[in-house]
Nanobody
């Protein structure tokens, strides 16, 4: 099972980026998919999650209303559309996947078995 994140880059505050995460090695329609991020000198934090049938999505308060998570199960892809970016969004963004994540533990990184390599997002002021 492999996850490959892409789409990071440098953008000015107020701009947008779209991250993608490609999955391979299993039928990922059965997996909950999430995004986490880690800023320099800080701990990894939850960003967003989308459950298997895309019927439920949840966001960290810090990104709610600005970021949108979506998935394409036919392509084993998950996306993170990031709008109105702020300098504090600067971080390495990681995609994650797991079959057993439940609502009460969706924000806990250790609950996810599979991780991508990370893609760097830099937002300048």
């Amino acid at each position: 099972v492999q996850l490959q994140a892409s789409g990071g880059g440098m953008v000015q505050a107020g701009g947008s980026l779209r991250l993608s995460c490609a999955a391979s090695g299993d039928t990922f329609s059965k997996y909950t998919r999430g995004w986490f991020r880690q800023a320099p000198g800080k701990e990894r934090e939850f960003v967003a999650v989308i459950f298997r049938n895309a019927d439920r999505t949840y966001y960290a308060n810090s990104v709610k209303g600005r970021f949108t998570i979506s998935r394409d199960n036919a392509r084993n892809m998950v996306y993170l559309q990031m709008d109105s970016l702020k300098p504090e969004d600067t971080a390495v963004y990681y995609c994650a996947a797991d079959r057993g994540v439940i609502l009460s533990s969706m924000t806990i990184g250790d609950q996810y078995d599979y991780w991508g390599q990370g893609t760097l997002v830099t937002v300048s002021s």
